[in-house]
């Protein structure tokens, strides 16, 4: 499928990035490191998140919709999808789970390497931008946790985004040896 109004990057204030470059970063910051790697990566996110969304909303424009906020919820999962997998994200499935958070799906995801065997899900970067990203629509500040990646031997990485209270439940929940989903469940 053609798309008359690629994405341009320059014009957006992005460069592009091979997925073995994100890698290679993330992998260098886990050895050196180690778990606090995640941190810095979810900063990094976070900070460019500003601009992803810049971009998403001049994309949107193109397309003659003025502002993301003029989207109902079906729509803009649309277009979110639409957008991340042209950026060269990959694939995106938006949806809720037990109401209570939205879930963020792919089962191509960029950041993720099904290759690295890892022991947890390690998308750090792409958490601190959806934070960031979606947060900008939102009126309370959210957190995204990732609950299952293709670095991890899953066959999607899932990102679950919500609240702060609640995503920080939901967190302990899982540390506690819950399922996210049971967790997310009791979340009203």
Known sequence: MSHPHPIPLTDHSMLALSR??????????LH???????????????????????????WLRQRGIEEPEEL???????HASEYFREAGWGSLEIGTLNGAVVTE?????????PAAQL???SCHFTTGMFADFF???????????????RS?????????????????YVYEALKRGERYE???????
């Open 105 to 113: 799906d792919s089962e191509n995801w960029a950041e993720s390497d």
């Open 72 to 78: 109902d919820i079906a729509d803009f999962q649309r």
């Open 182 to 188: 049971t967790a997310a469940g009791r979340v009203e």
């Open 152 to 168: 991890a031997g899953a066959p999607r990485c899932r990102f679950l985004l919500g609240a702060t209270d609640v995503m920080r």
């Open 32 to 58: 050196d490191a180690g778990q606090g790697a995640a941190g810095y990566l979810q900063d990094a996110g976070y900070a460019g998140g500003g601009t992803v969304f810049a971009s998403f909303r001049s």
């Open 20 to 29: 073995s470059a994100l890698a290679a970063l993330r992998d260098a910051l």
């Open 135 to 149: 947060g900008r629509l939102s009126d309370v500040p959210l957190s995204v946790l990732e609950v299952e990646c």
């Open 119 to 121: 022991d947890r899900p």
